[in-house]
């Protein structure tokens, strides 16, 4: 039972280097969510989907661009890395059902930009 | 806008102690309530929930209560272990923002044996 996958684990960059995240659910979940994690700061959301060919703003989405072309994978690009991207990157999924719904986290991508 | 408040942390307890960890909460309406706990290395998943006012969300030992009044989902257990050590966010989810969590800073609970 996979639930939320989320590749790569770690990854190092250079100021300047792009990269996409990816984010696989096997849950059929409509809702999805690209989310950063600083120390003291808990979690903040970036960009998020309610659906297949849908995205959003979320919080702090500067930076960053997402793609939902097919409904069990969301992607978080970033074309230009700058330190303070510096983070650990967390994307969930949810099932529609207004603000009772329960998110599940993938295991995290942790991203050092140099 | 929604806004999540944690007490300071860490917290380092000796197994059996009693937990307390604060939450607070600015939101319109009435927005569903949440603790996540993430262990090492892992990512979040979902402790407890309450969804409307008094109710209590409990799960493996832990309990939160949604107070209106005080605008609080504290989070205790009676006694904990060292299993329990982790990090704690509180988060809520607004009536007119989905399913979109608003997170607290985490409050990382050591026990020690």
């Known amino acids: 039972n996979a639930g939320v996958t989320q590749t790569p684990k770690f990854r190092v960059l250079k100021t300047g280097q792009s990269m996409t995240l990816l984010c696989a659910q096997d849950m059929n979940h409509e809702y999805m969510y690209w989310y950063r994690q600083d120390p003291g700061m808990g979690l903040r959301l970036i960009h998020y989907?309610?659906?297949?060919?849908?995205?959003a703003k979320g919080e702090v989405p500067d930076g960053y661009n997402v793609s939902r072309l097919k409904k069990q994978n969301f992607l978080l690009g970033l074309e230009s890395a700058a330190p303070s991207q510096t983070s650990v990157y967390f994307c969930?999924?949810?099932?529609?059902?207004?603000?009772?719904?329960?998110?599940?986290f993938g295991q995290g991508t942790r991203l050092t930009v140099v | 806008g929604n806004s999540v408040t944690q007490m300071e942390g860490p917290v380092t307890l000796s197994e059996e102690a009693f937990l307390t960890i604060n939450c607070t909460y600015t939101?319109?309406?009435?927005?569903?309530l949440f603790w996540y706990v993430q262990y090492p290395g892992e990512g979040l998943q979902l402790l407890l929930k309450?969804?409307?006012?008094?109710d209590k969300g409990s799960n493996k030992g832990f309990e939160a209560t949604y107070r209106k009044e005080t605008t609080s989902f504290h989070l205790e257990k009676g006694s904990v272990q060292v299993s329990d050590s982790a990090v704690y966010f509180c988060?809520?989810?607004?009536?007119?923002?989905?399913?979109?969590?608003?997170f607290g800073e985490g409050t990382q609970l050591t026990v020690n044996p």
């Open positions: 988060a809520l989810s607004g009536e007119t923002s989905g399913s979109r969590l608003t």
């Open positions: 969930a999924s949810s099932r529609p059902v207004g603000n009772l719904a329960e998110a599940f």
């Open positions: 309450a969804t409307k006012a008094d």
């Open positions: 989907s309610v659906g297949e060919g849908t995205t």
């Open positions: 939101a319109t309406g009435y927005p569903s």
